[in-house]
């Protein structure tokens, strides 16, 4: 072998090192890839559906009402649920419908035929949602693990936003 093979060899294996290290970085601190598992966020998401995860998002946004998120829960990896209470608000669900702040709030992603219990957030010991801390819901609210049961949740417990469902093939989407 001479010296200019050596050397070829050599600068392959760095451009390899190189790559494996950049796709690890964005694992690890920008994107990575989750699966949902369960009914609660039906009919929006569906169970083994494969999605993108943007870790980095709230370093630099902050965490909007609407978004889908992943979060951290006990004995869980995660869970994924919907911001529906942002910090200084109330929140209300009389009747199968969303009060935020003593106003209606339409959810065009839940089905018209879901019913579900009401409640409040004093039913959580709040009259406000406290600052860095969100009141998540599942979209399939009679059957999902969310903030009225385990409570509000600290954006630390945050894992990031679901951007892109990945598969099925046939659902490729992004939120």
């Known amino acids: 072998m001479d010296w200019l093979s050596i050397r070829e060899l050599l600068k392959d294996s760095l451009k390899l090192i190189l790559i494996v290290f950049v796709i690890l970085f964005l694992m690890i601190y920008i994107v990575s890839v989750t699966q ?6 039906s009919p929006t998401l569906s169970d083994g559906e494969v999605l993108i995860l943007n ?8 965490v909007k009402r609407g978004d889908i998120i992943s979060l951290d829960y006990e004995d869980t990896k995660y869970l994924i649920k919907r911001i529906i209470g942002l910090p200084g608000e109330t929140v209300e669900i009389k009747n199968n419908e ?6 209606l709030y339409e959810e ?3 089905p018209d035929d879901l019913v579900y219990p009401d409640f409040s957030l004093s039913d ?9 801390m969100y009141l998540v819901l599942g979209d ?13 949740i600290k954006k630390e417990e945050i894992n990031g936003k679901i951007i892109f469902r990945l598969w099925p093939i046939n659902k490729i989407s992004i939120f």
Do not use: A, C, H, Q
Not at 36 to 41: D, E, K, L, N, P
Not at 55 to 62: Q, S, T
């Open 124 to 132: 959580l010991g709040y009259s406000v949602i406290p600052d860095d």
């Open 98 to 103: 969303l009060y935020i702040n003593n106003t």
């Open 140 to 152: 399939n609210r009679e059957d999902s693990l969310d903030s009225r049961e385990i409570g509000l």
């Open 36 to 41: 949902v598992v369960g009914s609660s966020m």
């Open 108 to 110: 065009d992603y839940l």
């Open 55 to 62: 870790k980095f998002n709230y370093r630099i946004f902050d």
